[in-house]
């Protein structure tokens, strides 16, 4: 009896600890196709081999999420693009009436006019020039997200292409009477990216700082490549800062301004391998660049 009862409890031990196995063998199959299935492009769904109904349950409910979150993807995508394409064509639509009315303005100011109109035409053409000025920075948008710009990496020197930046916005920012603090370090930074990219994410920080400085600027490069820009913005609020990079945001300090030379610059640094990001401390806006490439190349040369 007692050994009939041993065999009985041993069948059993052998028949939950085979069930255990199957069981645990499934799940970690099942975790290895979630994971293959979130990190491709791919609509290859989760399979299960095992007979277990828990298993299966757990496979069915996987697959009917990852559906549901291809289906969500595409629909992201396909609207992603085609804001894109609108965008590259409002701002090509806009670009040629543009022209035609800064034509009819260079014959009208030849004429003739009473004082009155000729200050009509000075403020048509300078809401013209500001509406210019939109275009253009919506056009550079547009062919910016269109194009591979920010991937070709070659050496670069990060404190000389700064220098640069801030010396080709000097005059404009001495004229709002910024005169900027600058720390670079002394030894050259070395990195492989985008030269071009990273002159434009520059001169766009830069932009952003004429536009909500309350009348300062500190630029600091440290040995690793980052580097933190930082001005005094008491107009702008916690919740600004967290929408800065978002396209077409910009708040009222802004002025004339479609709110995409941070999200331009965004684009660009994360094509590059950084990353980029703002916050308030106090009434201060910093805007700071990091990089997650490996450590820089660094010369005394």
């Known amino acids: 009896m007692l050994w009939g009862l041993c065999v009985i409890f041993g069948a059993l031990a052998a028949g939950f600890a085979a069930k255990y196995f199957s069981l645990r063998k499934s799940v970690k199959n099942i975790s290895r196709d979630l994971a293959e299935r979130l990190d491709e492009d791919t609509n290859a769904l989760i399979s299960v081999d095992s007979g277990d109904s828990a298993a299966r349950a757990l496979a069915d409910e996987l697959n009917r999420r990852l559906r549901e979150l291809k289906r969500l993807e595409r629909q992201y995508i396909n609207g992603d693009r085609d804001l894109k394409e609108a965008v590259t064509n409002i701002s090509h639509d806009l670009r040629t009436p543009l022209t035609a009315i800064y034509g009819y303005l260079e014959l009208l100011k030849r004429e003739e006019k009473p004082e009155r109109v000729e200050r009509y035409i000075s403020l048509i053409e300078n809401r013209t020039e500001a509406m210019k000025r939109l275009t253009e920075e919506l056009f550079r948008y547009s062919v910016i997200i269109s194009s591979n710009e920010g991937e070709a990496a070659e050496p670069t020197d990060i404190g000389a292409v700064l220098e640069e930046s801030i010396a080709g916005l000097y005059g404009a920012l001495t004229e709002r009477g910024i005169l900027p603090e600058i720390s670079i370090p002394e030894e050259k930074v070395i990195k492989n990216l985008d030269r071009e990219a990273l002159a434009r994410v520059f001169g766009n920080i830069l932009g952003n700082a004429l536009k909500y400085s309350d009348g300062d600027l500190s630029v600091v490069m440290l040995n690793d490549g980052s580097v ?29 301004s479609t709110g995409l030379g941070l999200a331009i610059a ?17 009434d201060r806006l910093a805007v700071k660049i990091s990089w997650n490439s490996p450590a820089p190349q660094i010369s005394n040369l």
């Open 228 to 256: 933190e820009f930082s001005n005094t913005a008491k107009n702008l609020s916690g919740v600004d800062v967290g929408k800065l990079f978002d396209r077409f945001f910009s708040v009222e300090a802004a002025g004339n």
């Open 266 to 282: 965004k684009e660009l640094t994360e094509r590059m391998g950084g990353s980029i990001g703002a916050e308030m401390i106090g």
